[in-house]
């Protein structure tokens, strides 16, 4: 019940409608119950026509009241009767359909609009414990699932239970005693439709957990399908997503099972009351208590009820699957994990004297036993350039992620001009603050869109700007549609160095003073190196660049080199003095960088 009250709560800002709607089913319900209720006039008019003197006594809604006596008059008012029940049950399920459907659509949006507004607000830690396609599921899956409880199964469920209430209503007028005589298999029902719900809710969840895992396992292989290929994996991969499809069919078919079983045993349960019932019909009509065209009206109203009541049953069915859906999404949405923004934070002004990490340690999760950082003093000063350098794992890009605040220090303070970043708004910072990763993220739109991502409002001019800036505007220009041309996803259609040089145009429009750059350009050809390079020098000249350096050239040219060893910082200074300590430095230059330089050497020998 709490799913249910919880997913109605997305309803409250479309009561009206919803009340419109709700009277449009209960219409739908007693124009049901109208039409059944023409059944004994039509056979007093009919034993009339036969020469029996037989007469209803009283009849569902007055209805006596409207239609004449005998003769073509009164088969005259019964069939206008029963086209304008009919057609007015048609407008009233025709506004029940289009106005739940809105709502429907309507709430769904509300819903899907503050899923997605909560999963941006999660810090980078919530990422990292959810995958993607979990992520995207819920928001995508799970949310039409709802949509579907509220559209359709919501509507039914209301529209048949009016109905059934109706034809029961319908059924005490004409005799209580059989009414609540069939209702004696109402709890056996009841019980019978519990059971099966809390099967169908189990096998749904089972059913969406392995659709999930097949949605993980599909976007590996593909995404990754170079790599299947070059190993000739094809076989492999078909047959681990065989198997997890084969387990989603076992709960599909395992709830195909119950969903098969349940209508016809309620069924069945129903026509053997209606057996019975015919036997006690028989006395109340030697009795006198009913005449034979009411107790075909009853009989009417009975079996009619039971239509209604199969239809709950299995809506009830559907509404337990729309349940588990609605529950994987508050599972999301109850589970939080932002960076918390103080009431009154601080709007930082552009950097003018440093950013200091003080006494910084880092840990993922909950692994405090095993910081990425520790400990970890360092002062980078305005319009500088500081290169991270050091073995892959030491924690050089976790280092990173604390300037623009995508994690908090587990202890220490990164300050701002003498400002805790956690004291200043999160916008202000990130306002000043471009990033450039190793893995160049592109959106699949255009180039234009993706250049002005920072700065949706800049001109086409500011754009070409960046863009040459960015040594970019030249192969743009060679593209289908120029700057409008899509990219494809990831950038799919580009080169790696045409890639690089999209992300670092980016960064230049963003005009950030402070920048973060991974600066990786080991699988770009020599061509493609030397202008990302040249990029590259034009978006740090005079701003405030923390590097993760793997390039000699970037190394040399670093006002501070900062080596990082297992999270702590063993050495800090120029080129040359670090190669002057014989330290860790110079084992890292001897590894990484010394083919690089005598390349160099040789390349000025040959020119």
């Given amino acids: 019940m709490h799913d249910l009250r919880r997913l109605l709560l997305y309803l409250r800002p479309h009561w009206g409608k919803f009340v419109f709607a709700t009277l449009a089913m209960l219409a739908v319900g007693l124009l049901q119950s109208a039409t059944g209720a023409l059944i004994p006039p039509i056979f007093d008019q009919a034993f009339k026509l036969s020469g029996n003197s037989q007469q209803t006594t009283s009849t569902l809604y007055g209805l006596q009241h409207l239609i004449p006596a005998s003769g073509i008059a009164a088969w005259?008012?019964?069939?206008?009767?029963?086209?304008?029940?009919?057609?007015?049950?048609?407008?009233?399920?025709?506004?029940?359909?289009?106005?739940?459907?809105?709502?429907?659509?309507?709430?769904?949006?509300?819903?899907?609009?503050?899923?997605?507004?909560h999963l941006l607000r999660q810090s980078n830690d919530f990422f990292e414990r959810h995958r993607t396609n979990y992520l995207v599921s819920r928001l995508v899956t799970s949310a039409a699932a709802i949509e579907t409880a509220?559209?359709?199964?919501?509507?039914?469920?209301?529209?048949?239970?009016?109905?059934?209430?109706?034809?029961?209503?319908?059924?005490?007028?004409?005799?209580?005693?059989?009414?609540?005589?069939?209702?004696?298999?109402?709890?056996?029902?009841?019980?019978?439709?519990?059971?099966?719900?809390?099967?169908?809710?189990?096998?749904?969840?089972?059913?969406?957990?392995?659709?999930?895992?097949?949605?993980?396992?599909?976007?590996?292989?593909?995404?990754?399908?170079?790599?299947?290929?070059?190993?000739?994996?094809?076989?492999?991969?078909?047959?681990?997503?065989?198997?997890?499809a084969e387990s989603i069919v076992g709960a599909n078919l395992r709830s195909a099972k119950i969903m098969g079983i349940s209508p016809p045993t309620i069924e069945m349960i129903g026509v053997i009351a209606i057996v019975v019932l015919l036997f006690f019909g028989q006395r109340e009509i030697e009795a006198g208590r009913l005449t034979a065209a009411q107790f075909l009206a009853l009989i009417f109203f009975l079996l009619s009820s039971y239509d209604p009541m199969r239809k709950l049953s299995r809506l009830h069915n559907s509404m337990e699957q729309a349940l588990a859906a609605a529950r994987h999404v508050w599972e999301v949405m109850d589970e939080r994990s932002e960076l918390v923004e103080k009431l009154n934070a601080k709007t930082l002004d552009k950097l003018k004297h440093e950013i200091e990490l003080r006494d910084v340690s880092f840990g993922y999760g909950n692994n405090s036993d095993a910081p990425v950082l520790r400990n970890v003093q360092l002062r980078?000063?305005?319009?500088?350039?500081?290169?991270?350098?050091?073995?892959?794992?030491?924690?050089k890009s976790t280092l990173t992620k604390l300037i623009p605040r995508f994690h908090d220090p587990s202890s220490g303070t990164v300050l701002w001009d003498e400002t805790d970043l956690r004291d200043a708004r999160l916008d202000s910072l990130r306002r000043h603050v471009a990033l450039v990763t190793q893995e160049v993220v592109l959106f699949n739109d255009t180039v234009r869109y993706n250049i002005s991502y920072g700065r949706p409002d800049a001109s086409a001019k500011d754009v070409e700007h960046a863009a040459r800036v960015a040594f970019a505007h030249d192969f743009i220009s060679e593209l289908p549609a120029g700057?409008?041309?899509?990219?494809?996803?990831?950038?799919?259609?580009?080169?790696?160095?045409?890639?690089?040089?999209?992300?670092?145009?980016?960064?230049?429009?963003?005009?950030?003073?402070?920048?973060?750059?991974?600066?990786?350009?080991?699988?770009?050809?020599?061509?493609?190196?030397?202008?990302?390079?040249?990029?590259?020098?034009?978006?740090?000249?005079?701003?405030?660049?923390?590097?993760?350096?793997?390039?000699?050239?970037?190394?040399?040219?670093?006002?501070?080199?900062?080596?990082?060893?297992?999270?702590?910082?063993?050495e800090t200074g120029t080129h040359d003095e670090l190669l002057r300590k014989d330290g860790v430095y110079r084992r890292l230059y001897e590894l990484q960088f010394a083919d690089e330089e005598a390349g160099e050497f040789a390349r000025s020998l040959t020119t």
């Fill in 150 to 244: 509220v559209t359709v199964t919501l509507r039914d469920m209301l529209r048949e239970s009016f109905t059934l209430i109706a034809f029961l209503s319908a059924s005490v007028y004409y005799s209580w005693r059989l009414t609540f005589g069939s209702l004696i298999i109402a709890p056996v029902i009841g019980f019978l439709t519990a059971r099966f719900g809390k099967s169908l809710r189990n096998l749904a969840r089972e059913s969406m957990e392995g659709s999930q895992r097949l949605v993980d396992t599909a976007q590996e292989a593909l995404a990754n399908q170079t790599i299947v290929k070059a190993y000739r994996a094809e076989a492999r991969e078909r047959n681990r997503f065989h198997r997890v």
């Fill in 380 to 395: 980078i000063p305005a319009n500088t350039m500081v290169a991270l350098v050091g073995e892959s794992g030491g924690g």
């Fill in 76 to 117: 005259r008012v019964i069939a206008a009767l029963l086209i304008i029940f009919t057609v007015g049950k048609g407008i009233a399920e025709y506004l029940s359909t289009y106005l739940m459907a809105r709502i429907g659509q309507e709430s769904v949006l509300t819903l899907r609009a503050d899923l997605y507004a």
């Fill in 483 to 570: 700057y409008d041309t899509v990219v494809g996803e990831r950038g799919v259609f580009l080169s790696g160095g045409q890639r690089q040089r999209l992300a670092i145009a980016r960064a230049v429009l963003a005009d950030a003073p402070v920048l973060i750059l991974d600066e990786a350009t080991s699988a770009l050809d020599a061509e493609s190196e030397r202008l990302v390079q040249q990029a590259l020098a034009n978006l740090t000249r005079n701003r405030t660049t923390v590097v993760i350096a793997h390039r000699l050239s970037t190394v040399r040219r670093a006002d501070c080199i900062v080596v990082i060893e297992r999270g702590r910082i063993v």
